[in-house]
């Protein structure tokens, strides 16, 4: 079995790094030996990946944030590679899909030697994307994030959330939902193959990355005195229990608005944004490391 491991040395501000340093020691430990790959900007991941591809490795670990998993899943998309997870970035949201618990000791095993499982890679404008896109309030947040090189973690995700209330202004969209059409006036739509965004808000707590199917979180135009009060309840899904908030299912979807959107895909802001965007399942897979989270 050979192993490539792809570190994305700025996620999490350092954080990213300072997991590595517990991983080499494990690998030590255990005796595992790899090849070690280090991003140098973006695209790094995917260039990588690619390399890494060609060079038929049996695995590859990814350690890094939600942007380091999309680069370099994206590379071994429709290839019979293990992607392995290891967490680093500010939200990990992705990660939580592996059926993983927290410990690094069980993390390090999971991405290494979990079972491979199939899932579900969704596109956005022909673009791939692992853990969701969201349009709005959401990608303002994400952007600001992205920005803040002072805070890492749920800091700079709760910070970013205060920042973006400053320019809350509710968005006219049109929604077609797999030929259904809605227009509506929203503060957030979240498109979701997983369940949470923002590393602690689960705005599609019930999506699954297996099952065919977007799960579709929008959240009607609200004012800033209402995000307050119903943000807590997107920490446990609860959310989905307001009448400001509608969930939908559909294979496909397409958003149009007259102006440009603000949208993330995966939690890295998308530039330029279009005003129309086309969502699908790409026809490519990929095989992602799982792990059980009744390990002990």
Not at 3 to 15: K, T
Not at 91 to 116: E, Q, S
Not at 223 to 237: D, E, M, T, V
Not at 261 to 279: I, K, T, Y
Request: include cysteine; charge should be positive; glycine fraction near 12%.
């Amino acid at each position: 079995m050979r192993y490539a491991v792809i570190l994305n040395p700025v996620s999490g501000n350092g954080r990213a790094f300072d997991v590595l340093l517990k991983l080499l020691k494990w690998t030590r430990k255990n005796k595992i030996t790899f090849e070690f790959f280090s991003t140098t900007g973006p695209g790094d991941g995917y260039r990588l990946g690619q390399r890494c591809r060609l060079d038929r490795f049996d695995r590859i670990i990814a350690v890094g944030g939600d942007g380091t998993i999309n680069e370099v899943g994206s590379a071994l998309l429709g290839s019979d590679i293990i992607l392995g997870v290891v967490p680093g970035g500010n939200g990990n949201d992705f990660f939580k899909m592996t059926g993983t618990n927290g410990r690094l000791d069980r993390v390090f095993h999971t991405a290494f030697f979990g079972a491979p499982h199939e899932i579900d890679v969704g596109t956005i404008n022909k673009r791939p994307f692992f853990n969701s896109v969201g349009v709005g309030f959401d990608a303002e947040v994400a952007e600001i994030v992205k920005k803040d090189e002072n805070k890492s973690g749920i800091r700079a995700y709760l910070s970013a959330v205060f920042k973006a209330l400053r320019n809350l202004r509710p968005i006219r969209i049109e929604i077609d939902l797999d030929g259904t059409i809605l227009r509506k006036e929203v503060t957030l739509v979240c498109i979701g193959n997983g369940r949470s965004s923002g590393g602690v808000f689960y705005l599609t707590p019930s999506a699954r990355i297996d099952d065919g199917l977007f799960d579709i979180c929008v959240i009607k135009g609200l004012s800033k005195g209402k995000i307050f009060q119903y943000l807590p309840r997107a920490l446990n899904g609860s959310h989905v229990r307001l009448d400001v908030t509608a969930i939908y299912r559909s294979k496909k979807v397409i958003i149009r608005s007259r102006s440009k959107l603000a949208v993330h895909v995966d939690g890295e802001p998308l530039e330029p944004s279009p005003g129309q965007l086309d969502f699908r399942f790409s026809e490519e897979k990929i095989l992602v490391a799982m792990g059980n989270r009744n390990e002990k």
